[in-house]
């Protein structure tokens, strides 16, 4: 029976850890330990960490702040699985999500694999508008993992898989932020290593709980494409220009009410019905018109966010080609 090692990293999250360890208690599939990597917080989980003893196997770590991806190499060191699963500490998950991943392992061996993420109904307006708009195929959630992608899947590290031997042979994260997950994933795949998608191995995503936040996080993701550019060139792909049109063309659209309106109202009207099939998706999946409402606000700040973040970093590039945050 194989032996799974769960590695959370968290910085000054003490709240969300319990929600992601109360749902560990709960997995059908009980073969596994738990690794909580505190990097450097300010604010510790060690005593929550600690009331849970009695119900996981769980060993909690405190190192100083070094940034998520050397956080996760850090747990990977001390575990003893077959294989390291990372998780998001904002993450809930399933019950049967360590059933699942191995019923499908035992059917299709892979070296390295991801799954999708979903909203709770338990989750706030905001969450689930979110949650639709980074799992949207109208966004670039097409890109992210589900049923239907945009680019070849490649694991994210809010709900990531890999064996022991990826570790040993690849190190784990040669970058602690920007984009890390990314060029972990490519480098896997490098290495000869079979990578996929388990459809069902979902987990509850909460991500940001306000659009401020969310703005900052999807701003950052965009700088994150630009450090894997430093490092793969063939990395960057039409696809991740997607929110880059869409920042130009919108700054365009708003220019031309200054000198040609008629283009200006054609441009309204694409944008408009660019935007209604998004509000009727968001409701077909959510039900909710108050989610489906709001999921037009998130999708532009996904978009818009992104974009600029891709930007920024693109003109940073230009000073200063080297990769950031690279590993010692």
């Known amino acids: 029976m194989r032996f799974y090692s769960v590695v959370i990293p968290i910085y000054n999250r003490p709240d969300e850890i319990k929600e992601l360890l109360e749902s560990l208690t709960q997995q059908t599939f009980t073969n596994f330990e738990i690794i909580i990597v505190e990097d450097g917080s300010q604010i510790k989980c060690e005593e929550i960490c600690n009331s849970f003893k009695d119900k996981l196997n769980i060993q909690y770590f405190y190192k100083e702040n070094s940034g998520q991806g050397f956080s996760r190499n850090f747990g990977f060191e001390k575990a003893k699985g ?55 195929f109208f966004t670039t959630g097409g890109i992210r993992g589900g049923n239907k992608q945009l680019e070849k899947f490649r694991p994210r590290s809010f709900n990531m898989g890999i064996s022991k031997e ?7 994260y040669n970058i602690t932020r920007m984009g890390e997950d990314i060029e972990f994933s490519i480098r896997i795949e490098k290495a000869g290593f079979k990578t996929g998608l388990i459809p069902n191995a979902k987990v509850y995503h909460k991500r940001r709980t306000r659009l401020d ?13 630009i450090n894997i550019f430093r490092f793969y060139k063939s990395e960057l792909k039409a696809v991740h220009l997607l929110p880059v049109a869409f920042v130009l063309a919108l700054f ?10 008629e283009l200006f109202q054609l441009g309204a009207a694409v944008l408009a019905v660019y935007f209604i099939l998004i509000g009727i998706d968001a409701f077909m999946k959510t039900k909710n018109f108050l989610v489906a409402w709001l999921s037009l606000i998130t999708s532009f700040i996904q978009l818009f966010a992104y974009g600029m973040g891709f930007l920024k970093e693109s003109f940073a590039y230009l000073r200063q080609p080297e990769p950031e945050g690279v590993k010692a």
């Open 82 to 136: 077959d294989y390291y699963i990372v998780f998001d500490s904002d993450c809930i998950i399933p019950k049967d999500y360590f059933e699942t991943v191995d019923h499908f392992l035992n059917e299709n061996p892979l070296d390295a694999f991801g799954g999708p993420d979903a909203a709770l109904d338990s989750f706030t307006i905001v969450q689930k508008a979110i949650s639709y708009s980074m799992t949207s």
């Open 166 to 172: 990826v570790f040993e042979k690849t190190g784990g």
């Open 213 to 225: 936040q969310f703005y900052k996080q999807l701003f950052f993701f965009g700088r994150g494409r």
């Open 252 to 261: 365009f659209w708003l220019s031309t009410a200054l000198w040609q309106w």
